[in-house]
């Protein structure tokens, strides 16, 4: 089975770190770029982070650019967001995602996990 | 940064209406947009693929059309289970982004 698995959410005071972990299987892991999206409570969707398939270039919303940090490690079949300096704005379920838009059958969504920044 | 301008943010329909959702891109992005489904608590569900391809297992009562700029999903026969939120996804180019969402509630 195609499956994406969120891990490492929590509660944190603004200011703080967490890493945010996702697990895929079922899929050629290291062949496809993966993406992080995340929403704010009763929000829309809103584009974090993505990286290439070899883990080479990475990408970021101007809202985290400079604060989160996106890597893979192809050897465990696993997707990180590192999130540094977390602000009370950043409060989401945040989704690990597969998509490629032109072929069919590529779409892969994790099930989130919730982070909260508050103190 | 190409804009992604989604209209209506939200519509009522009855079961059995035609609805129809737009979205338009601030630049060309030629075919490179998506149609997501989501239902609250639940992760997004692609409905279409390279704006106009209907995903595997998708009803067919789902579709979508446009290119360029402009981009219209439509649901034939609102049915029950279509109520949710929907989203279009350019991935273009980087950074890639999502519509505002319609919410689609029940007349």
């Known amino acids: 089975e195609v499956q994406l698995v969120e891990s490492g959410g929590g509660l944190v005071e603004p200011g703080g770190s967490l890493r945010l972990s996702c697990a895929a299987s079922?899929?050629?892991?290291?062949?496809?770029?993966l993406n992080w999206v995340r929403q704010a409570p009763g929000k829309g969707l809103e584009w974090v982070s993505s990286?290439?398939?070899?883990?080479?270039?990475?990408y970021f919303a101007d809202s985290v650019k400079g604060r989160f940090i996106i890597s893979r490690d192809n050897t465990k079949n696993s997707l990180y967001l590192q999130m540094n300096s977390l602000r009370v704005e950043d409060t989401a379920v945040y989704y690990c995602?597969?998509?490629?838009?032109?072929?069919?059958?590529?779409?892969?969504w994790g099930q989130g996990t919730l982070v909260t920044v508050s103190s | 940064a190409i804009q992604m301008t989604q209209s209506p943010s939200s519509l009522s329909a009855s079961v059995g209406d035609r609805v129809t959702i737009t979205c338009r891109a601030s630049?060309?992005?030629?075919?490179?947009l998506g149609w997501y489904q989501q239902k609250p608590g639940k992760a997004p569900q692609l409905l279409i693929y390279?704006?106009?391809s209907l995903e595997s297992g998708v009803s067919s009562r789902f579709s979508g059309s446009g290119s360029g700029t402009d981009f219209t999903l439509t649901i034939s026969s609102l049915q029950p289970e279509d109520f949710a939120t929907y989203y279009c996804?350019?991935?273009?180019?980087?950074?890639?982004?999502f519509g505002q969402g319609t919410k689609v509630e029940i007349k």
């Open positions: 079922g899929f050629s892991f290291s062949s496809y770029s």
């Open positions: 630049q060309a992005i030629r075919k490179d």
């Open positions: 995602a597969k998509w490629d838009l032109i072929v069919a059958g590529s779409d892969v």
């Open positions: 996804l350019h991935d273009h180019n980087y950074p890639v982004a």
């Open positions: 990286i290439s398939s070899s883990g080479n270039n990475t």
């Open positions: 390279g704006a106009s």
